[in-house]
């Protein structure tokens, strides 16, 4: 890891456990056309809410936005009222220390408000405000002449290198003008930039480097410890860019204060959020319903075109697959749905090869190595690139599952094993004396099962009467992933 993304890291890490001196404690959004009536308890640091295309994130947002200060002279929200017009919205706010409520209601040409004091707040939709910055230039004759009369500003060599890291090129030299009482802007930026081997402005510029530009550029004029409502930073954006600019974000928190609500359908957007800060939109027909901290695979499925897998666990063998995948859809169901499975060919020993011989790759999923029980005092110690883990008990999964199966009342253990009573004693009489290894292989043919089936079947008994190991265990997993 390099020094910058240990630095970022560290804001990350800032950002989500700070104290914020202004912060939105929660919202309540009723009445709207296109969200049903929502109730929100907004985390401290960065919130997303996020959803496909069409759902209301937008209608959500400008509602927040609305509802905290004047949006008279934003241009991009004065078009935008006829979407939340009737609507009402009520916040419980903080700021140096005191908490008060301030309520909204919109009307078709006004606003009631009902609690004047508000938190400084501002919105930006970087994609839209680098579009309406470039068409005032663009056919611009008398545009030259209003240069003339502002000093431009150079970036400084630490700023230069932010924005270089942001927009994935090294800038020599990048000079800002800030225009005012010219266009649709109180205040708005021209560019000029050097890179190796060229020099051009904001006409010339790709929609994702003036978006990402004018984006950092209105951040950091904002007041330190205020909200900034972001719609779709990823708009025109690469995903190595989107990555990039959400680090930025994390530093405006971590260093500021300051506090971001992001309306996002970028899965890289999401990649450093916890889940319990997001909010998913989804359409239900008629109003969007907001579902507050999903699960990962709900977020997967709706912006990132299926479930994602995190995670690679490499087992010893068919059972001890089978005893994690009972044990995690039992004690996480989510973190179940993130996980792929291989079995080793040769065991334990195959296992710590993999982990030794797999360079870690920045971006990927993690590879996880899960040796059975027995082999916990052997490899404890292992010093290895990837983590690893064991299964419950000091046990091989199929010793222990046999042993405890044969610990149960056959009647109880028939029931839960949905066979005949009698056709599971005969069959546990004819596996009496054969190994562990061999064991289910033989009472699954008595009963015409397959192997795997029973095993996983005994896993869930198992895990009944043994919830803790099973959850403490699923923890372990889950730590080894982040």
């Not at 140096?96 to 004091?117: H, K, L, P, T, Y």
């Not at 997001?278 to 239900?284: A, D, K, P, Q, T």
């Not at 064991?439 to 795997?452: G, I, M, S």
């Amino acid at each position: 890891m390099n020094l910058r993304a240990a630095k970022f890291n560290d804001f990350w890490r800032t950002a989500f456990a700070r104290k914020y001196p202004q912060r939105v404690q929660s919202i309540a959004l009723t009445d709207a056309k296109a969200v049903a009536d929502s109730h929100l308890i907004f985390p401290a640091g960065i919130v997303a809410l996020v959803g496909g295309n069409g759902v209301g994130k937008s209608t959500f947002a400008h509602a927040i936005a609305e509802g905290l200060f004047d949006t008279s002279t934003t241009p991009d929200l004065t078009t935008q009222h006829a979407r939340i017009s009737g609507s009402r919205i009520k916040f419980a706010l903080t700021k140096n220390g005191v908490s008060f409520s301030r309520q909204v209601s919109f009307e078709a040409s006004d606003r009631g408000i009902d609690g004047a004091e508000t938190l400084t707040c501002n919105w930006l939709d970087p994609s839209l405000f680098a579009t309406k910055c470039r068409q005032q230039v663009h056919g611009d004759e008398a545009f030259e002449e209003i240069l003339d009369g502002v000093t431009p500003l150079d970036l400084s060599d630490e700023e230069l290198a932010l924005a270089s890291y942001i927009v994935g090129k090294q800038y020599i030299r990048c000079q800002v003008w800030e225009i005012s009482e010219y266009g649709p802007f109180d205040l708005w930026p021209y560019f000029r930039v050097a890179t190796r081997g060229a020099n051009y402005s904001s006409e010339s510029m790709g929609q994702g480097e003036l978006a990402l530009l004018s984006a950092i550029w209105a951040i950091n004029r904002y007041p330190d410890n205020s909200v900034v409502i972001l719609e779709e930073p990823e708009t025109h954006v690469s995903s190595r860019s989107q990555s990039s600019f959400m680090d930025f974000l994390a530093k405006g928190c971590a260093e500021r204060g300051l506090s971001f609500v992001v309306t996002t359908h970028s899965s890289t957007i999401l990649q450093k959020i916890p889940m319990d800060h997001l909010f998913l939109i989804v359409s239900n027909g008629q109003k969007s319903e907001v579902i507050p901290s999903p699960r990962f695979h709900q977020v997967a499925a709706l912006v990132g075109g299926g479930v994602a897998y995190r995670s690679l666990v490499v087992v010893e063998d068919e059972a001890a697959k089978a005893l994690c995948e009972a044990i995690l859809e039992f004690a996480d169901p989510d973190l179940a749905r993130q996980v792929i499975y291989s079995v080793a060919r040769d065991g334990e020993s195959e296992i710590v090869r993999i982990l030794k011989a797999m360079p870690p790759v920045a971006g990927w999923g993690k590879l996880v190595g899960c040796f059975d029980g027995d082999q916990r005092q052997r490899h404890a110690a292992l010093a290895l690139p990837w983590p690893h883990i064991f299964l419950p008990s000091e046990q091989a999964p199929d010793r222990l599952l046999r042993d405890w199966l044969l610990g149960l009342d056959t009647t109880d253990a028939a029931s839960n094993l949905s066979v005949d009573h009698n056709d599971l004693v005969v069959a546990l009489a004819v596996a009496d004396g054969i190994d562990h290894h061999d064991w289910f292989r033989t009472v699954a043919q008595n009963l015409h099962q397959e192997v795997l089936v029973l095993v996983k079947a005994a896993a869930k008994l198992w895990i009944r009467d043994n919830e803790a190991l099973a959850k403490q265990f699923a923890g372990e997993l889950k730590n080894s992933m982040s």
